[in-house]
């Protein structure tokens, strides 16, 4: 492969910038940036970083100024920009699920539903997908640019905002009531069109998603192992969820290790149970990728 092929990956800045490297690291990707620097070095002499706000990141992949990058489903749609989106990034970690653009207004206000805002104050930072919204509906709003604090605009700044929420928390911490939600977004993996049909780029960008996906996978499951005697086996197997576990001979043939990959979440209340009905030496360990 001749040393001028290069993949230009761009990353997001800001809230999702250290989520984003962490994830590459899971991937096995160690991307490491110096203090004001908007140039990460990486461990895969393929690929070129650059930072760039994921508001922007978008129009930058379309133009094929980069090739690929990690934005959200709202920056894409924000922007208009015609980019490939090759795969949903979700995850349960910070600023990787999924949030809400939401249309919210004071507790105690007279606006009980989105035609009541009819030519009222609207402050928003996704002016695009605002007008979208109201146009749609048929609504004339005013509508008027947020540079921050959005959320405490209304009643007296503006009669309702657009704004986005992932927990609610500051929501209810303003006293606001919500509308209607405009959309849900999350982290999206992008290509331009030109990157994504070029053979090269492409296979690059696959395996690197193969990997990202993989450890995303990866995030909420564990595995459990157990040595479990044969006249207890069905019992065990029928506390297991559906996926096929790995059954393995022991020394002792009256006895197997059975192995199952499981949701975390489901461990607590599963290993009693598995105690109860005869494993022994159950064991939970992390894993670091999933590939199907």
Do not use: H
């Amino acid at each position: 492969m001749s040393e001028e092929r290069k993949l230009r990956l761009a990353l997001p800045k800001g809230s999702l910038q250290q989520t984003t490297f962490e994830l590459f690291a899971k991937a096995g990707f160690d991307i490491r940036v110096a203090a004001r620097s908007y140039y990460p070095s990486i461990n895969d002499s393929e690929i070129e970083c650059i930072l760039i706000r994921p508001q922007e990141m978008a129009r930058y992949i379309e133009q094929g100024v980069m090739d690929c990058g990690v934005t959200g489903l709202d920056w894409i749609i924000e922007s208009g920009a015609a980019v490939e989106q090759l795969a949903d990034l979700k995850a349960p970690w910070p600023n990787y699920g999924a949030v809400r653009w939401i249309l919210a207004v004071k507790e105690g206000s007279p606006f009980r539903v989105p035609e009541d805002l009819a030519g009222k104050r609207v402050a928003t930072e996704v002016m695009g997908l605002t007008k979208s919204y109201f146009a749609n509906r048929g609504i004339e709003a005013q509508l008027e640019f947020s540079w921050g604090a959005t959320e405490v605009k209304p009643p007296l700044l503006a009669d309702a905002i657009v704004d986005v929420t992932e927990t609610g928390s500051s929501l209810r911490a303003n006293n606001l009531k919500v509308l209607d939600v405009l959309l849900e977004s999350t982290p999206r993996f992008v290509a331009s069109r030109e990157a994504a049909a070029d053979e090269w780029k492409r296979g690059k960008m696959d395996r690197i998603l193969m990997l990202l996906t993989a450890a995303i996978a990866a995030a909420s499951r564990v595995g459990l192992s157990m040595n479990v005697p044969r006249s207890a086996l069905d019992a065990i197997l029928s506390l297991l969820p559906d996926s096929s576990p790995t059954l393995s001979p022991l020394s002792d043939e009256n006895w197997l290790d059975v192995f199952v990959i499981i949701e975390e979440e489901r461990v607590r209340d599963l290993v009693p149970l598995l105690s109860d009905a005869g494993a022994r030496v159950i064991v939970e360990t992390p894993l670091n990728k999933i590939i199907d």
